[in-house]
């Protein structure tokens, strides 16, 4: 566990918020580090690894054609995962993950290590696009870790 894990919780619980969480390539990761902080119930209300396109479109509300025309690595994609989450929990605070965590399905375009995160705190979203380095469950770490940093960064300005 991480001093990020602990602050979003302290965040979230004196302002008596409640997050849920979209993950993609992190496959559950996101919500797995926040659940690492005892207390974590008491303001995460669960998240859904939509790792298919089918997910995404079926539970989290995400475009058949954004994902046709984007492709579910993409700003666009992020957008609507995070809002379909905060949508389906009735979260205050939502956190989405898509990206190519490799060590195959990159493209020139669209490289091993791309990910669009996106946080959605009440009205406010803002999705950040990153490349990281590194083997597959690095990349994973590098992005979840990112995830509720950047949450934390939204939160607090």
Sequence with gaps: MTKSEEKIGEILKKRG??????????????????????????YFLGGVIAYSNEIKMNILGVKKETLEIFGAVSEECAR????????????????ATTGIAGPSGGSKDKPVGLVYIAIKIGEELEVRKYVFKGERTEIKEKI????IQDAITMLTK
Aim: glycine letters at 10%; a neutral charge; proline letters at 2%.
């Design 17 to 42: 918020l409640k997050i849920a969480v979209a993950e993609s390539c992190t496959g559950g990761l996101v919500g797995s580090k926040i659940t690492d902080v005892p207390g974590a119930s008491s």
């Design 144 to 147: 979840a870790n990112r995830a």
């Design 80 to 95: 609507e995962m995070v809002t379909g989450v905060s949508n389906l929990f009735k979260s205050d605070v939502a956190i």
